[in-house]
């Protein structure tokens, strides 16, 4: 059957009810991951820290390779079972990383949820999208499967997915792109989680889509009162959904901020080096610029600043010692001797 046309947003059902107090804070300490292929060990993410309290949105920038999804999948628990992950994780003070598997898969999907990439690979292609939603809820809050696919129902009228009693028939493959991307956010918000990790949701899609599904999210974020992680590459996209913004470069954080401090007065290259090669309205006319190299080989780091082969004012001292962290106006941080120079 040939995908639906995307139909235009609906008008929003009454707010989500949370079911219990919102008090569920994410935090991060010097997160480590290295993977292994082969011979060679991958320093997927090195030392990442943050503290992300209820309703707050943190959005992570960065190419692709920068250890964007690591992160979050090593806070889900889906690396693979060779992989190291090390540093603390806790929600609301729980270690996560200490939890047999078994609680981890229990705590899943209740407390904290995931939007993958790309929803056609997400979703499993030989069940509906009703019974793939209704099968969370079963499983996280018991209750009957006529109950479970009333509020699947429920949650597609709220994704603004319309005909949504007849939608939970389709298979993932007779929706369109916004469609599915719906479904897997109605499917990820099913059980009203605490965080909600959003790893590049709306990369696929066309801009007006683009646009329903930041504000949307948002929304949903506000009605729900749950933190939310959200990957990008896009820096427009940083701007319409987020609180902070983390800069992200070869598995660490390099800048970090609110959303204004980040686009109106980047203190790290790598950030400048984004915002400049990147098509906005302000610079109609202008060429862009394009960063020069690629990002560094994750199983090779050298010692000192990641950057520094690809940054136009680097010098001895960015390839001989790591960065410091500075403390920037307004709070936030930059890891370049540049700006601990300016402090």
Not at 117 to 139: C, F, H, K, N, W
Not at 220 to 242: K, N, P, R, Y
Not at 273 to 285: F, Q
Request: net charge positive; aromatic share 4%.
């Amino acid at each position: 059957m040939a995908p639906m046309p995307e139909a235009p947003i609906m008008e929003a059902p009454a707010p989500i009810a949370p079911d219990r107090d919102r008090g569920a804070t994410l935090e991060l300490q010097n997160l480590t991951v290295r993977l292994y292929r082969h011979d060679s060990e991958i320093a997927a993410v090195n030392g990442v820290s943050f503290t992300l309290a209820p309703g707050e949105t943190l959005t992570i920038l960065g190419e692709s390779g920068s250890g964007k999804s690591v992160t979050l999948k090593a806070l889900m628990g889906l690396l693979p079972p060779r992989a190291r992950v090390g540093g603390v994780v806790r929600l609301a003070g729980q270690s996560l990383l200490d939890l047999p598997r078994a609680a981890l898969s229990r705590l899943r999907g209740r407390r904290i949820s995931m939007v993958f990439q790309e929803p056609m690979s997400a979703l499993d292609p030989v069940y509906t999208i009703g019974t793939q939603i209704a099968e969370a809820i079963v499983r996280h809050e018991g209750l009957s499967r006529r109950a479970a696919m009333q509020r699947a129902q429920e949650m597609l009228e709220h994704v603004r997915i319309p005909s949504a009693r007849r939608r939970l028939s389709n298979y993932p493959h007779e929706m369109s792109g916004g469609m599915r991307q719906r479904a897997m956010i109605a499917l990820a918000l099913a059980c009203k989680p605490d965080v909600l990790l959003a790893d590049e949701p709306t990369t696929a899609l066309d801009v007006t889509v683009q646009i329903q599904i930041l504000l949307l999210l948002r929304q949903l974020q506000q009605e729900l009162g749950m933190a939310m992680v959200f990957v990008t590459h896009d820096m427009g996209v940083a701007a319409e959904i987020s609180d902070r913004v983390a800069v992200m470069y070869a598995g660490r954080f390099v800048e970090t901020g609110t959303a204004r401090q980040i686009i109106r007065d980047p203190r790290h290259p790598y950030t400048a080096g984004l915002l400049s090669s990147t098509v906005h309205g302000g610079r109609r006319g202008d060429s862009l610029e394009a960063i020069p190299g690629a990002p560094p080989d994750l199983a090779a780091l050298q010692r000192g600043c990641a950057f520094a082969p690809r940054c136009r004012w680097a010098e001895a001292r960015c390839r001989a010692t790591d960065p410091p962290a500075v403390v920037r106006d307004g709070g936030g941080l930059v890891r370049c001797v540049r700006a601990a120079a300016t402090a």
